[in-house]
């Protein structure tokens, strides 16, 4: 008897007439909540990766200028400067001739419009020098790219920027 008791439980469990009524709302809230979190995540993600995004781009372009800002000419014997200096903080940098080295870019030409790149060469050589060094034959270089960051709402407001900055010393050859 007791054996018969085991096999009819056993058979209420595992019969194949199908799921009730209350598991299948059960299942339906389950995968509800599961839905729902899931939504309201998608919208951080997706502000993480744009952000991402945009600063990787960023510090692409500025890597890309100091490489060519490296490659320039400055060099003592002959007296060349395909470097230059910038007057100020709000200068860009001025080479032999007095022609613009690396004009301002604001904005960049598509497919980087919504970036703007600029270029300041410091001489060390002029106190109080570059951290500290004063040295006629070095000189500082700093490339920021800026552009309007998103917000896990859309785009920030005008005048909102951020900036991917990178610096460097170049020495006279």
Same mark, same amino acid.
């Given at each position: 008897?007791?054996?018969?008791? !085991?096999?009819?439980?056993?058979?209420?469990?595992?019969?194949?007439s199908?799921?009730?009524?209350m598991?299948?709302?059960?299942a339906?809230?389950?995968?509800?909540?599961?839905?729902?979190?899931?939504?309201?995540?998608?919208?951080?993600?997706?502000?993480?990766?744009?952000? @991402?995004?945009?600063?990787?781009?960023a510090?692409?372009?500025?890597?890309?200028?100091m490489?060519?800002?490296?490659?320039?000419?400055?060099?003592?014997?002959p007296?060349?400067?395909?470097?230059?200096?910038?007057?100020?903080? #709000?200068?860009?940098?001025?080479?032999d001739?007095? !022609?613009?080295?690396?004009?301002?870019? =604001?904005?960049?030409?598509?497919?980087?419009? @919504?970036?703007s790149? #600029?270029?300041?060469?410091?001489?060390?050589g002029?106190?109080?020098?570059?951290?500290?060094?004063?040295?006629?034959?070095?000189?500082?270089?700093?490339? #920021?790219?800026?552009?309007?960051p998103?917000?896990?709402m859309?785009? =920030?407001?005008?005048?909102? #920027?951020?900036?991917?900055?990178?610096?460097?010393?170049v =020495?006279?050859?």
């Open positions: 008897m007791r054996a018969q008791n !085991a096999a009819s439980v056993g058979r209420r469990w595992f019969d194949d199908g799921m009730s009524l598991e299948v709302m059960i339906v809230a389950i995968l509800g909540v599961g839905l729902l979190a899931l939504s309201s995540a998608i919208p951080i993600a997706a502000y993480g990766i744009q952000e @991402g995004n945009q600063l990787s781009t510090t692409f372009l500025a890597n890309q200028r490489e060519q800002v490296r490659n320039a000419t400055w060099q003592a014997s007296a060349t400067d395909k470097l230059g200096v910038s007057a100020s903080a #709000t200068a860009a940098p001025v080479g001739g007095a !022609a613009t080295t690396f004009p301002d870019e =604001s904005p960049l030409a598509a497919p980087y419009a @919504g970036y790149r #600029t270029v300041r060469i410091t001489d060390c002029i106190a109080p020098g570059c951290g500290g060094v004063v040295d006629a034959a070095l000189r500082q270089v700093t490339v #920021t790219v800026s552009y309007q998103m917000t896990g859309g785009v =920030s407001a005008s005048g909102t #920027t951020k900036s991917a900055i990178i610096a460097m010393y =020495s006279q050859r």
